[in-house]
């Protein structure tokens, strides 16, 4: 891992023939803050509380995290909703807008006199813990704000949001002026995420072959290397076959030479 937000991606047909181990092996992972998101193909069994066994191996919420298939022809069907619950995108001010009438104003000499709250424009940068130097840059945006956007199809995308006005706490009272925000999707933020992969007898060489696709499909999307992946082959063994690695096309050739090797489902060691 690489201190990155984190994820594994699950794709199996089956369950698993070591439940309570990988019941256990899964709480571990999420417990260190890695999201565990699962595309299940076929039946499932329910336990604790009527909650399905898928339901309790993924991360929260369920429905974000878990993939409830028919066949395995059905993979491609989720594409989107796995890419936008498992890939975040910073947002960038494209445009702001005041309401304040400027048709009044007056000169000052030293802005730093004036009262009021500074507002950060591109060009800012740090020099130092106290110290700010002004350095303008053509097409500079800044990410205003801690609150990444969702992974969507289009990669255009925008958005005109209004601040919240400022208030008065003690009389709470709304103050002019309102900022208005038009923003766009940005990069896609880094992330670390792994593949397992079933490759039980029960799943067979076509459909394994299809969550190769699958995976490339998924990968096609993913802005490398600031997003890095891995793979797991696994039945009652697991085989490393792409270590955390942020190049696409090395990637992409360990997962093509990945083989169908059939065996037990046990998806406790792979996790």
């Known amino acids: 891992w690489t201190g990155y937000r984190q994820a594994v991606v699950l794709i199996t047909d089956g369950e698993s023939n070591d439940l309570a181990e990988t019941s256990h092996e899964a709480k571990v992972l999420k417990s260190h803050g890695v999201a565990l998101f699962c595309a299940h193909v076929g039946n499932y069994s329910h336990g604790n509380q009527g909650r399905s066994s898928l339901d309790q191996l993924v991360s929260s919420p ?38 304040v009438d400027l048709s009044r104003y007056v000169m000052t000499a030293d802005l730093s006199l004036v009262d009021g709250h500074d507002l950060i424009l591109p060009g800012w940068e740090p020099r130092g813990s106290t110290l700010w130097r002004w350095q303008p840059k053509y097409a500079t945006a800044r990410l205003l704000e801690d609150k990444p956007m969702e992974w969507e199809p289009e990669h255009s995308i925008q958005r005109s949001l209004e601040f919240e006005p400022f208030r008065d706490q003690a009389a709470q009272t709304e103050l002019e002026p309102n900022v208005f925000v038009e923003y766009e999707a940005g990069d896609q ?18 459909n394994f072959e299809k969550s ?60």
């Open 62 to 99: 369920v429905e974000h995290h878990a993939f409830k298939l028919n066949n395995y022809e059905e993979l491609g069907s989720i594409s989107d909703r796995l890419l936008m619950n498992l890939v975040q995108v910073t947002r960038r001010a494209r445009r702001a807008k005041c309401n």
């Open 212 to 271: 190769k696709a699958f995976i490339r499909e998924i990968v096609g999307e993913l802005e490398m290397p600031s997003i890095q992946v891995g793979l797991i082959r696994f039945h009652h063994a697991f085989s490393v076959i792409s270590s955390l690695e942020g190049k696409r096309d090395l990637f992409l050739k360990g997962l093509d030479s990945m083989a169908f090797e059939p065996g037990e489902t046990k998806i406790s060691p792979a996790l």
């Open 189 to 206: 933020c880094p992330l670390d995420v792994v593949f397992l992969v079933d490759s039980s007898m029960s799943v067979g060489e076509a």
